[in-house]
Nanobody, 122 residues
Framework: QVQLVESGGGLVQPGGSLRVSCAAS????????MGWYRQAPGKERELVAS???????NYADSVKGRFTISRDNAKNTVYLQMNSLKPEDTAVYYC????????????????WGQGTQVTVSS
């Protein structure tokens, strides 16, 4: 099994910054893409940013220029640096990893973290 553990959420004022982290552990052969999603109350979960194992990134239009996703492949960890935060960024942020656990099948499966609350408010 694979576990994703997130950390770093909290309360921040508008215009402030926050960094969330997600560490993967368990039966990992290879991690392909990793990403961050968020879900605000009453809304659907949406992709915030993703990063491939080679470092190619993708961002939602709403966070471009403010958020930066990065990863440390040696630590199986993905980060999301959030700057210039707005009240509309308030949500539970979930880490996602596309993991290959078997060198035999090379089948990729989705794993999710438990979520970390980010609240932007004065």
């Amino acid at each position: 099994q694979v576990q994703l553990v997130e950390s770093g959420g909290g309360l921040v004022q508008p215009g402030g910054s926050l960094r969330v982290s997600c560490a993967a552990s368990g039966s990992i052969f290879r991690i392909n893409a990793m990403g961050w999603y968020r879900q605000a109350p009453g809304k659907e979960r949406e992709l915030v940013a993703s990063i491939t194992s080679g470092g190619n990134t993708n961002y939602a239009d709403s966070v471009k220029g403010r958020f930066t996703i990065s990863r440390d492949n040696a630590k199986n960890t993905v980060y999301l640096q959030m700057n210039s935060l707005k009240p509309e960024d308030t949500a539970v942020y979930y880490c996602n990893a596309k993991v290959v656990t078997s060198v035999v099948t090379l089948r990729q499966s989705d794993y999710w973290g438990q979520g970390t609350q980010v609240t932007v408010s004065s």
